[in-house]
């Protein structure tokens, strides 16, 4: 593997155009992503109806992860088992319920989607029906994974994402949220990953000062090029303050809720829950975020789900509304995709 241990960053005034998702705030505003919200009832919930069910998750790890970061909004961790794995059967069948229902790309998430061991199989029966998508550490990404991910990506149609979670650009920041030897290891999969011909979008919880972003993606970027990475395509997410994260810094204020008065005349499209739907080995959610929340399960099943609305009832949607579609692939309001 390369020694992208001792590589600094070297050209700070590299320009951070090509490959960059950012999550550009409308307003001025402190890094815990808070605008002053416009007056309105709180007791009364927004409810947002499905447009079109676009992008179709599964957390097909449950809340099982082998790390314990310390910004998970989820706490997911190897003991965290509020949720469990889903089987290739069980999410086959829920592939099949979809197919109908228009759905144009698949997301798998956790906890840490490779700790479950179908998840080669569950993204080959996945990438029969449209493009997929995996949110991964990549600290679980052996030679042997990592070709077959590269074997089911070239006998598919459709196209094979990885997103890699990397919360800093040295081992010390990083580590300090994901743990001791997790920045190492993410960079070895990284490295196989960009080795086998995959571009990982490489995405990281703001945890810096807004006017540090410029440097902070020109230092991403020279320490993915040392692993052979260049023109990396980088995702910027802003803290979602619950979980684990809310215990690490603070949690959300009673002014951040999302209002009716605040849907009115907005885009709801800009919004994940508008056009996607979560499944879990309890039922089906809303979307990822609000996984803890009982608010979010909408249903047992997914054709039951299609016909719910999801009730904006929680804190965390309120940076949805001010940052949209955080957690798909695609830029959402605030975002740029040059």
């Keep these: 593997m390369s020694d992208y241990r001792t590589a600094g960053p070297e050209s700070l005034s590299e320009g951070v155009s090509g490959g960059l998702l950012k999550l550009r705030r409308t307003v ?30 599964f957390q097909v790890s449950g809340t099982v992860c082998n790390l314990r970061c310390a910004h998970c909004f989820i706490s997911c961790s190897p003991d ?65 994974t990592v070709e077959a991910l590269a074997d089911v990506a070239a006998n598919s149609p459709y196209t094979l994402e990885l997103r890699v979670s990397l919360d800093g650009v040295t081992e010390e920041a990083n580590d300090a949220l994901r743990g001791p030897g997790s920045f190492a290891r993410a960079m070895d999969g990284v490295e196989r990953l960009v080795a086998a011909g995959f571009l990982p979008i490489i995405t990281a919880m703001q945890s ?65 829950c508008s056009r996607a739907r979560l499944i879990t080995n309890r039922g089906v959610w809303a979307c990822p975020i609000l996984l803890d929340f009982p608010s979010g399960r909408l249903a047992d099943s997914l054709p039951e789900a299609v016909a719910e609305p999801a009730r904006l009832a929680e804190s965390a949607c309120y940076t949805c509304w001010v940052n949209g579609a955080i957690c798909s692939n695609m830029p959402g309001w605030g975002q740029s995709g040059s």
Excluded: C
């Design 28 to 57: 001025e505003e402190p890094i815990k992503g808070r605008v002053a919200a416009p007056v309105g009832r709180v007791d009364a919930i927004p409810e947002v109806p499905l447009a079109a069910l676009d992008q179709l998750w």
């Design 80 to 144: 965290n088992h509020s949720f469990w794995f889903l089987s290739r059967e069980e999410v086959a069948q829920h592939l099949r319920d979809s197919m109908g229902l228009g759905v144009k790309e698949y997301y798998f998430t956790g906890g840490e989607p490779f700790m479950n061991p179908d998840m080669v199989g569950i993204l080959a029966d996945a990438l029969a029906l449209g493009p997929a998508s995996v949110l991964t550490n990549a600290t679980l990404l052996p030679d042997r």
């Design 208 to 272: 810096w000062p807004e006017e540090e972003t410029p440097e902070v993606l020109s230092a991403f970027r020279v320490l993915l090029a040392g692993v052979g990475y260049h023109r990396a395509r980088l995702k910027i997410l802003p803290p979602l303050l619950i979980g684990a994260e809310a215990e690490r810094s603070a949690p959300y204020g009673p002014a951040d809720q999302v209002t009716p008065m605040m849907m009115a005349g907005y885009d709801a499209d800009l919004l994940l």
